[in-house]
C-alpha cells in the first residue's frame, strides 16, 4: 500500500547509544517531516525537509540529526541517546511544504525507550 | 505565538449520543486547520482541511465547522469505531515556515 513507511516499529536503547530512524514514502511528495509525541504534550516537530536537499529545524531539534537521502528517504540519527528521547517518533510527508490541501500521511511510528 | 486548544482532554459518550470537540486558536493569518483521526498504536490519520470561516466539511458522522476563532467537529450518533483521539492542526501564513501547529488532541471513547 502507498504510504509512509518506518522503521524500526520498536527499540530498546541504553543512555549514550546512538540509532537511526528510518522513514521512506512512495506518493512522490516533496516535504517530509520527524516528530515526536509525549503524553500531554502532542505532536512536537523536530526537523523537516521541504525539499530534497533541505533541511530546517523544528520546535525540538536538539540531540537529533537528520539526512533527507533522495526524495523518497528521511532519516532521523540519535547520536547519544537520552532518557528524555524516549517518546514515539512519527515521520510524515505532504506533496509541498506551504500547500496541505491534503495535510500529512502519517507513518505508523517508532517507539523508543531509552533506559 | 500561535496556539492550539483543543477540548475537551478526553469525552466519554454512549452510542448515539451526539456531541462537538473543539479547537481554538490564535495565529495571525490563518492558512488552513486541518482535523485528524489517530488511532492508538498508529500514526495520526487526515480527515479535513478548513480554510475559511463559514467553511464545512462532511464525512459519514463527522462534520467540520470554521469560525475565525474556532473550529468544532461534530459526531452526530457515534459509534464504538469512532473512539480514538482526534488532533487539530492549525497552519498560519506568518512566520515564514508554514508549518502546522498541533493542539494536544481530544480522546474520545463510545460505548456501545
Known amino acids: 500500500n502507498a504510504g509512509v513507511t518506518q522503521t524500526p516499529k520498536f527499540q530498546v536503547l541504553k543512555t549514550g547509544q546512538s540509532m537511526t530512524l528510518q522513514c521512506a514514502q512512495d506518493?512522490?511528495?516533496?516535504?517530509m517531516y520527524w516528530y515526536r509525541q509525549d503524553p500531554g504534550m502532542g505532536l512536537r516537530l523536530i526537523y523537516y525537509s521541504a525539499s530534497e536537499g533541505t533541511t530546517d529545524k523544528g520546535e525540538v531539534p536538539n540531540g537529533y540529526n537528520v539526512s533527507r537521502l533522495n526524495k523518497r528517504e528521511f532519516s532521523l540519527r540519535l547520536e547519544s541517546a537520552a532518557p528524555s528521547q524516549t517518546s514515539v517518533y512519527f515521520c510524515a510527508s505532504s506533496a509541498q511544504k506551504g500547500l496541505l490541501k491534503k495535510g500529512y500521511t502519517f507513518g505508523s511510528g517508532t517507539r523508543l525507550t531509552v533506559v | 505565538e500561535d496556539q492550539v486548544t483543543q477540548s475537551p482532554e478526553a469525552l466519554r459518550l454512549q452510542e448515539g449520543e451526539s456531541s462537538s470537540l473543539n479547537c481554538s486558536y490564535t495565529?495571525?493569518?490563518?492558512?488552513?486547520l486541518f482535523w485528524y483521526r489517530q488511532d492508538p498504536g498508529k500514526g495520526p490519520e487526515f480527515l479535513f482541511t478548513?480554510?475559511?470561516a463559514g467553511e464545512e466539511k462532511e464525512k459519514e458522522r463527522l462534520k467540520a465547522t470554521l469560525t475565525k476563532k474556532e473550529s468544532f467537529l461534530h459526531i452526530t450518533a457515534p459509534k464504538p469505531e469512532d473512539s480514538a483521539t482526534y488532533l487539530c492542526a492549525v497552519q498560519a501564513g506568518t512566520g515564514g515556515s508554514y508549518i502546522p501547529t498541533f493542539g494536544r488532541g481530544t480522546s474520545l471513547i463510545v460505548h456501545p
Open positions: 495565529v495571525s493569518g490563518l492558512r488552513g
Open positions: 506518493m512522490n511528495h516533496n516535504s
Open positions: 478548513l480554510y475559511s
